[in-house]
Structure formats: C-alpha cells, structure tokens
C-alpha cells in the first residue's frame, strides 16, 4: 500500500524534492506529487494534459487494476476515482515523519449526490428495507476524504470543500491557509467528479458534460526559498475546457500547470475563475528556477 | 497579477495561534429558538422528540426525530437548512453588534448541505409526483452550498465545509486560523436538517429504532437525527497584559474560544477510535495551555449510539482519570443535530460559563459501564468553578474535533430561577 504517512515509517523521512512551486494566498506551497486520471479524456498522467493535438483514447477505469482487491468494494466512484488518483501521486514517495502534520483537503459538489437520490428514491419506492446499509458512508459528503486519510494514514486535518463550482480553488486556498498557520506540513489536495443522472438533474441537460475523474496535488511547506520570476509567465490553454469540471478545476489546471513547467521550464499563470476576498484571480506556479 | 522579481520568503514559521474572542453567538434547535430559549430549554429537561414530520413515518423503521416545527402544511418544503443558518447566523452578528457580513469569512460546517431539497427536488421531478407533494423543487448548483442564502447578510466571502457530524466545529477550528492569519474576525456557522437518505441508512443500521436518544445510556440504542443550527462571531482576541481580561460589551467577562484540536481517526468510514479520540482532546489541551484538571465542563459528542459512546467515554476516563469534569450531552434534547452539533454544543457551553449551569443528560437513566467514571448530571448542576469548557464533535470518518473555551472575568448575573443541585 502507499502511504502519504506510515505509521511505521522510520521517522526520519526522506525529502523529496518539488516538482514545482506555487504561490497560493496565503502561502507559497512546494508541489511534491501530482496526478491526473481522467478516463473518458484519456488522461492517465499530467503530461497527457498538455497534449491538446491528436484524440486521446478514452479508457476504462479499473479500480482493482490500481487500487488491488482490498477496500474496493461498496465505495462509489468519485471515491475510487479518487483512491487510484492518490495512489498514483504517492506511489514511491517518502513518507511525511508525522502523520498528525498530514492533511487531506476534498474538493467535489457531486460526488455523493448520485447516491443520496437513488437513496432517497429507493426509501420513497419501499421503505427502507429496500436499501443497502453499505451506503451508509457513501450517502455522506465527506465520504471521500474520510477514505483517502484511512487509505493513505492521515491523522491531521481531514476537509471537504463543497462550495461550489470552484471549490478546487477554494481547496488549494485552504491548504495553503493550513500551511500557513501551521495546521500541516502537508496537504494532499484533491478535486472530483463524476457525472450521475441527479447531478445532470441539478445542472440542467443543456449543461456542458461534468468531468468525470480526479485530480492530484501533494503540497508542502518549502524548505527553502520558493522561487518567483521564472523565464517566462505564460498562461496555459484552460484544461478540459469544454467540460464542467466543478471541484476538479483548479487541481487539475494546478496539475496541468506544473507539468508545463516541468517540461518547458519557466512560470505559468493560472486563472483563477471569479475573483473573491481571499482568492485572487491568477496564481504563479514555477518550476525548478536552476 | 504582478510577478515580482524579488526573493519570496520563505514560509514564515507557523504563526502563533491567535484565540478568538466570542463576540456573539446564534443558535436554534427543536427545543428553543435564539441561544436564550435553547439553553432555557435544556436547564428545563425539556426536549424536541416528536413524530415525524417533513418524512413519511410509514417508510422508515423509527416514526420519531427531533425536528424544528416550522413546517405548516403536510408536506416537507425546501430551504429549510439555509434558512436556520442564516437566521442563527443573523443573531450571532447582531450580538457581536455587526452591520453587514460584507468582507467577513464565513466558515459553514455542515453534514448534509442543503441535500434535502435536492432529494425533493429529485422526488418531484416527474410533474405528477410534484403535483401530488406540493410542487416541483427547483434546485441548482449553487444550492449546494450556502453561499447565495448569506448574501442577504451581506456576506460575500463564504465558505461551505461537509465535515459530517464534526463539521462546525472544524470550521471553528479554522476560523481561529484566520485570526492567526490576521483576519480581525470570523463568523462560524452550522446547520444541518433531515435528509430522507441519512434518517433512512441510519435506521437501516438500528436492529431496533431507538424510542429516544439517550446519550452514554446502558440500555441506548442508537442514534435519531435532529435538526438546528448554531453560529459565533469570533473576533481576535487580543493580548493582553497580566492581570486584565478582555471584555465584552463592558459586563467585565467574555468568553475566549482558546483553541481548537482537529484530527482524523484514519481508522473506519463510519465506526470511531478511541486512541484517535483522546489523541484529539489532548491536542487541544495542549493548544489551550491547560491539563486535565483545569477543565471544569464537558459538552459531550454524545449520540447515543453503542460505538461512539463508548469510544467517547473510553477517551474521556483516559484523560480525565479519576477527576471527571461534570458531562453535559445535549443531544438527548436536541436530537443528533449532525454537522451544526459541535457549534450548538459550543454555544451551550458558553452559557455553561456565563451562568455555572449545566443542563442534565436529557434520556439518560442508568450509565453505560464505559461511561461510569464520567459525572453525567441528572438534574442541573450549578459548577462550584466555571471557568474552563471542553466541547466535542465526532464525525463519520474518524473526523474528531474538540474546542477550549475559557471565561475570563465574573459570571453573568445569578439565574435563579432553575433549581440547582450540587
């Protein structure tokens, strides 16, 4: 099993050295571990974010395939979206030295409302005997990140943002806050969707398609100085722009971000959708300024 | 936005955590509406259990909850959660003698969003089951959260966490972040009604539905929802020299939410841990710069439930041996209010140490062996010293939360109109 934090890790954890850094508002935040799963835009890793040429083949998402037989089975899908997700951004990583200094911040506005409608529906039909008690947990808004800190051993913070459709923005701001007032030394941020018959209920049809799949970013306090100017400042095409991507945005357009820079090096501006006290509207991720 | 080109500094050491000056409280619940009657309510041992109301009592196995009555007609209507925030909200702000909510973060814990109008809404999406039940439900994405209801308040800078059952008083946890941060104050509110799905799962669950809650119980049988909302005004308290206290609309007291402990069990999606529990209420000891004896009150998770009352008392006899602080658990009164629990707890406490008054555990009759080295009053119990308030909120998911408040200065003027046991 990965783990963010093991309980059996030896303390002194090995560093790992960022991908990039951002600038969050409160905080500059080390990007540690990113990833992207999204199977219905072909999206299997950061990279296939940046690759706007070409049609990306959809692919089938596997739990068991990336996650193993354990733990898998009553969890929903945004909980196993994002399971594989994290599993991914973590895999080979050295543990944090103290798992009561993780946290795990969830952004999603749909992730649970599939179940709560056909629960509902169900009871209204026939009772409750004619539902499973093993949707207990998944009926509740905070079913994904209770999952991700049992998975993964996270013992400090553990939030769910339900705040709208920006609430993956709204995330990486608070956990840059939990950064900054020293709440956590590492936040694992992620966004998730996944599309269901009640959310389209609440979208309306004529909504563009919900996202469906998760998005990655292990943050950390930086050891050393963050670096600002990079070479350039360049603003990336928005991710997945022709789909809603509710919690998920932000995240990913993060992820994306930080691939970009991994890649071509510099800085990228990421705009940040209606602006409001406490978020301003572009952030500046950079990569590695050596 | 402006790239600069000089050095960033580096994160600055974690600021020292600021405290947060109670400056108005909130809250409603099936028992009293307004902190006053609430708390008016519980010294009485009056509680909210009354049959179902906005849900079909024919499709579920337990027929009671405690419910907020403000529903005329024989059907459930939507709205109702946001409703109760915003008016705990608007009376929270008014005490602490705020205009407008403009400017101001508003942090909102709750379990259930607004998911009950969805499941109206849901339930109603066919023309003929609308027309039958009332009325079709619209419901958009922005009434997820409860952004759009606090404009009318003036607030423009809200934020709506799901944290289950221990929802607000995270919140408050980060509230008392923002003042680190240097915000100079922060609303915190809660709220949470029934949902069909959660009330349905719950008694799915039971064996047998529980007639009542009765909190740290021997023979309780589980958990009933209930519905309120609570909300404070916490502005930064500030530091003072020795030998004066802060004050609060000149009375010479105030209550000061010292700190607040949050962790998570990592340990079972639905099911709590005792060593993460006591994990937490040592954590915010440890924040408050206090030990175990100098709490003079407990406001108890307390649900009524087999697991989570005995992990709670497991924790609480290991942190508090053989000096059990006097237990308050108001949710044998208010039923299991869900994600707003922790704050009405807070506000409750708050009274606790403003009067010395503690509310007896409405339902209970003979204590769970677990909870037998906790002193759970049965008639109310005036507190020879009410100075320090321990409130704890549990959550689905291992979610633990647990708050320090502190009164500095006198109590209020006596009330002595409840017959008080010592």
Redesign the interface.
């Known amino acids: 099993m990965t783990t963010l934090d093991t309980r059996d890790a030896p303390v002194a954890a090995g560093t790992t050295a960022p991908r990039a850094w951002v600038?969050l508002p409160?905080?500059?935040?080390a990007v540690l571990a990113t990833a992207a799963l999204l199977p219905g835009r072909g999206v299997h890793t950061p990279a296939d974010l940046l690759d706007a040429g070409g049609t990306p083949a959809p692919w089938d998402f596997d739990p068991h395939a990336l996650l193993g037989r354990k733990g898998v089975r009553y969890k929903d899908r945004a909980t196993l979206l994002a399971l594989a997700a994290c599993a991914v951004a973590l895999d080979g990583l050295a543990p944090a030295a103290d798992?009561?200094r993780s946290a795990?911040v969830v952004a999603s506005?749909y992730g649970n409302?599939g179940?709560?409608?056909d629960?509902?529906?169900a009871?209204?039909r026939d009772?409750?005997g004619a539902?499973?008690?093993m949707?207990?947990?998944n009926?509740?808004?905070?079913?994904v990140?209770?999952?991700l800190?049992?998975r993964?051993?996270?013992?400090?913070?553990?939030?769910?943002?339900?705040?709208?459709?920006a609430s993956g923005w709204?995330a990486l701001v608070?956990a840059g806050?939990?950064?900054?007032?020293?709440?956590a030394d590492r936040v694992l941020v992620v966004g998730v969707e996944t599309p269901s018959a009640?959310e389209r209920?609440?979208?309306?049809t004529a909504a563009a398609p919900l996202l469906d799949g998760a998005a990655v970013a292990l943050l950390a306090?930086?050891e050393?100085?963050?670096?600002?100017?990079?070479r350039t400042?360049r603003t990336p095409a928005p991710v997945a722009a022709d789909a809603e991507a509710?919690g998920v945005g932000g995240v990913l357009d993060l992820v994306a971000a930080v691939a970009a820079v991994g890649r071509d090096g510099g800085?990228v501006?990421l705009d940040a959708p209606g602006a409001?006290?406490?978020r301003?509207?572009?952030?500046?991720v950079h990569g590695d300024p050596s | 936005?402006t790239?600069?080109?000089?050095?960033?500094?580096?994160?600055?050491?974690?600021?020292v955590?600021a405290a947060g000056l109670l400056a108005g409280t909130g809250a409603t619940c099936s028992v009293g509406r307004g902190v006053a009657d609430a708390f008016a309510a519980l010294l009485d041992g009056r509680d909210g259990l009354a049959p179902l109301r906005g849900l079909d009592a024919?499709?579920?196995?337990a027929g009671h909850a405690y419910e907020i009555d403000d529903r005329a007609g024989g059907h459930d209507v939507p709205g109702r959660a946001g409703a109760l925030l915003a008016a705990a909200v608007r009376e929270a702000a008014e005490a602490a003698g705020l205009g407008s909510l403009a400017?101001v973060?508003v942090l909102v814990g709750t379990?259930?969003?607004e998911?009950r109008s969805?499941?109206l809404?849901?339930?109603r999406?066919d023309a003929d089951a609308a027309a039958d039940a009332g009325g079709p439900v619209p419901?958009?994405?922005?009434?997820?959260?409860f952004?759009p209801v606090l404009r009318e308040l003036g607030a423009?800078?809200?934020?709506?966490?799901?944290?289950?059952c221990s929802a607000s008083l995270?919140a408050a946890?980060?509230a008392l972040?923002?003042l680190?941060?240097g915000h100079p104050a922060v609303v915190v509110g809660g709220v949470d009604v029934l949902?069909?799905?959660?009330f349905?799962?719950?008694?799915?669950?039971h064996l047998d539905p529980p007639e009542r809650l009765r909190p740290f119980d021997a023979a309780r049988r589980g958990v009933l929802m209930g519905e309120g909302a609570a909300a404070v005004v916490l502005t930064r308290a500030p530091a003072l020299p020795p030998g004066t206290t802060p004050t609060r609309s000149g009375t010479g007291s105030a209550t000061v939410l010292r700190a607040v402990a949050?962790?998570?069990?990592?340990?079972?999606?639905?099911a709590p841990d005792p060593l993460?529990v006591e994990?937490t209420i040592r954590?915010a000891h440890t924040a408050a710069g206090i030990g175990p004896r100098d709490v003079d009150v407990v406001y108890a998770h307390g649900t009524g439930t087999l697991l989570n009352d005995e992990a709670e008392a497991v924790a609480l006899t290991r942190v508090f041996g053989a000096h059990a602080p006097v237990t308050a658990a108001v949710k044998g009164a208010t039923g299991h209010t869900s994600g707003g629990s922790g704050l009405f707890s807070l506000v409750m406490a708050e009274r606790t140490l403003g009067t010395g008054l503690v509310p007896a555990v409405r339902g209970l009759r003979e204590p769970a062996p677990a909870a037998a080295g906790l002193r759970l009053p049965t008639r109310t119990v005036r507190l020879g010293r009410a100075r320090v308030a321990q409130v704890d909120a549990f959550?689905?998911?291992?979610?633990n939360a647990v708050a320090v408040l502190e009164r500095t200065g006198g109590p209020d003027a006596p009330d002595d109109a409840h017959e008080v046991t010592a």
Do not use: Q
């Open positions: 600038h409160d905080a500059p935040a798992a009561t795990v506005c409302v179940t709560v409608c629960v509902a529906a009871i209204e009772g409750t539902i499973s008690p949707d207990l947990p009926a509740s808004s905070n079913v990140a209770a999952a800190a049992i993964f051993g996270v013992t400090g913070v553990c939030l769910s943002v339900c705040n709208g459709h709204d608070w806050r939990l950064l900054a007032a020293g709440r009640a209920h609440v979208r309306g306090r930086p050393g100085d963050a670096p600002t100017a990079g400042t509710a800085a501006r409001r006290p406490g301003p509207a572009a952030w500046t | 936005m790239v600069t080109t000089a050095p960033h500094p580096v994160a600055a050491p974690a600021p955590a024919r499709r579920y196995g400017g973060p379990g259930l969003r998911l969805l499941e809404s849901w339930l999406r419901f958009g994405p922005d009434d997820l959260h952004g423009d800078d809200v934020h709506t966490f799901s944290n289950a995270y946890g980060l972040d923002l680190a941060l949902t069909s799905s959660m349905g799962l719950l008694d799915r669950v949050l962790g998570c069990d990592a340990y079972h999606a639905t993460g994990r954590a959550g689905f998911g291992g979610l």
